[in-house]
């Protein structure tokens, strides 16, 4: 089945450090993947997404690129602020049909970010 | 326009009780997904559903769970009999109408904590 992995946590920075947050993944087809966030005591709020190989998302300086030969969706930013301590997950949806599908989830790792 | 709704925020039942939680998508929106998050780990899918219709449930549990998102009102996702084991944070989100396949996004609500005692 459908699976993604994430790197192991927690991962702590301090301010203006590079951040790389590893993500593969197992799927049948041709996935879209998404990077979500989540804030303590919140739902999740979609940071970027890529629907094709070689697409890049990105938002608020994250950046992820779909690579279907590493089957990798790593989540990269250059300079990390305080207000980036989150827990992140990275998500895949496969349809074999192309309907709408559901989410399959990495464990998720928390950042948190020092002054 | 409103973001997808969950009420309630927090739940407290005791053991053998049922549950009621319930989710109104975004507006325009016809598909419903409910996750659940155990404490330190990812959302696991339970079931997805559109109006009067299950799509799939395949992440549902056999006993106890229950889903219905009928042709008026919010979607409800129902607990009978609940166990310790039921806590967790049980997450709500909905998608516009077919069209964009796998690509379309899904936007979460704030979730429902509830706590077995």
């Known amino acids: 089945g459908d699976s993604v992995t994430q790197m192991e946590g927690p991962v702590t920075l301090s301010e203006e450090a590079f951040l790389t947050i590893n993500c593969t993944y197992t799927?049948?087809?041709?996935?879209?993947l998404f990077w979500y966030v989540q804030y303590p005591g919140e739902g999740l709020q979609l940071l970027l997404k890529a629907t094709k190989a070689d697409d890049k998302g990105s938002n608020k300086g994250f950046e992820a690129t779909y690579r279907k030969e590493t089957t990798s969706f790593h989540l990269e930013k250059g300079s990390v602020q305080v207000s980036d301590s989150a827990v992140y997950f990275c998500a895949l949806s496969a349809s074999l049909t192309g309907a709408n599908s559901k989410l399959t989830f990495g464990k998720g790792i928390t950042l948190s970010v020092r002054p | 326009n409103a973001g997808v709704m969950q009420n309630p925020r927090h739940l407290v039942r005791r053991r053998g009780q049922e549950a009621r939680l319930r989710c109104s998508p975004m507006k325009g929106h016809s598909h419903v997904y409910w996750y659940r998050q155990l404490p330190e780990e990812g959302l696991k899918f339970m079931v997805y559903?559109?109006?009067?219709?299950?799509?799939?449930e395949s992440g549902m549990p056999k006993e106890r769970f229950s889903a219905e998102f009928p042709k008026e009102g919010p979607s409800i996702l129902r607990i009978q009999q609940v166990v310790r084991g039921d806590s967790a944070a049980y997450f709500c989100a909905s998608s516009p109408p077919l069209g964009g396949g796998a690509g379309d996004t899904q936007y979460f609500g704030p979730g429902t904590r509830l706590t077995v005692l």
């Open positions: 799927a049948t087809g041709y996935p879209s």
């Open positions: 559903l559109q109006k009067e219709n299950i799509i799939d």
